[in-house]
């Protein structure tokens, strides 16, 4: 055998040694014994549980009577756009407040409101977002006597914030500013409010 073909040779034996530890690697991880699962933390699942609070409100407007709309904290609460609370205090609203109170402990993790009237009806007023004042800060309260503001835009889809979880058996909403713009009445309304959370064991 000249020089180039003992070169060639050990090139090839390099390279078969190369297979056979890889092949051997590759037995190894396969018979390896999987690391343990890491525990994890449980997760909660955040669900939508605004349905089981009690609601009351500083203020409310009088129903009205002729189209049958009612005005009470509780419609603020009753999965319909359509319907709003609206306070009654003679002012634009700021000051005024809605109350969500749970039976239990929870842990709020989403809020989501409607920031006005969203209702549209066939008569010359027709649509009364605009034509009622619209939330533009909400400031919310918790039972440990903490707060949270909430900066609205002046627009009548349902808004949302992450909150910080925390437990609370209620939120106190109070109307810290308003949008008056436009508006025919000087009455702060709010067709919806949904918290997301779940009870604390
Ligand atoms: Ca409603
Ligand atoms: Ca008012």
């Known amino acids: 055998m000249n020089l180039e073909g003992e070169l060639n040779m050990k090139n090839l034996l390099h390279i078969a040694m190369i297979i056979l530890v890889g092949i051997g690697l590759g037995a190894c991880d396969l018979i390896k014994p999987?690391?343990?699962?890491e525990e994890k933390p449980e997760v909660r699942k955040s669900e939508d549980i605004t349905s089981e609070a009690k609601v009351l409100a500083s203020s409310s407007l009088p129903d009205d009577k002729n189209h049958g709309w009612t005005y009470g904290p509780a419609s603020a609460v009753d999965g319909d756009k359509e319907t709003c609370?609206?306070?009654?205090d003679d002012g634009d609203g700021v000051g005024e407040w809605i109350k969500l109170s749970f039976p239990e402990k929870v842990v709020v993790t989403r809020i989501g409101v409607i920031p006005g009237y969203d209702r549209i009806f066939r008569d010359d007023v027709g649509d009364r977002f605009y034509k009622n004042n619209r939330v533009r800060e909400l400031r919310v309260e918790f039972s440990d006597g903490t707060t949270q503001s909430l900066r609205f835009k002046d627009s009548r889809e349902m808004q949302f914030f992450?909150?910080?979880?925390?437990?609370?058996r209620y939120l106190r909403f109070t109307v810290a500013g308003v949008y008056t713009d436009g508006a025919k009445w000087a009455d702060c309304c709010i067709s919806e409010i949904t918290v997301e959370g779940y009870p604390v064991d």
Not at 34 to 37: E, Q
Not at 85 to 88: K, M
Not at 162 to 168: A, G, I
């Open 34 to 37: 999987k690391p343990p699962k």
């Open 85 to 88: 609370w609206s306070e009654g």
């Open 162 to 168: 992450v909150v910080p979880e925390k437990e609370t």
